[in-house]
């Protein structure tokens, strides 16, 4: 199995920018997929970015697109979320997820690894 931390998260005042982290530990000398989800107060957690094992495919929710930058760094165990033009609907608990595979997925029932989250608010 494999643990993971998220890191970065904090308060941003509207069109600021935060970088998130996500450090993985325990095997990840097998192939794993990386995602990124987020959860806002009674509301369903949904998908943000997901990146393969080779980087080779990204893949982003509408929402987020050209402002989100997914990328991972294998030899570190660790993949980022940079995140610019915030903007108020971004506020939300992130969290980090993987499941072992060469591929990808944008489905929250196909990740077996969460981490516990951090918290991201951007004010008006």
């Known amino acids: 199995q494999v643990q993971l931390v998220e890191t970065g998260g904090g308060l941003v005042q509207a069109g600021g920018s935060l970088r998130l982290s996500c450090a993985a530990s325990g095997r990840t000398s097998s192939s794993y997929a990386m995602g990124w989800f987020r959860q806002a107060p009674g509301k369903e957690r949904e998908f943000v970015a997901t990146?393969?094992?080779?980087?080779?495919?990204?893949a982003y929710a509408d929402s987020v697109k050209g402002r989100f930058t997914i990328s991972r760094d294998n030899a570190k165990n660790t993949v980022s979320l940079q995140m610019n033009s915030l903007k108020p609907e971004d506020t939300a608990v992130y969290y980090c997820?993987?499941?072992?595979?060469?591929?990808?997925?944008?489905?929250?029932?196909?990740?077996?690894?969460w981490g516990q989250g951090t918290q991201v608010t951007v004010s008006s």
């Open positions: 997820a993987a499941y072992y595979t060469s591929g990808y997925s944008r489905l929250r029932s196909t990740y077996d690894y």
């Open positions: 990146i393969s094992w080779s980087g080779g495919i990204i």
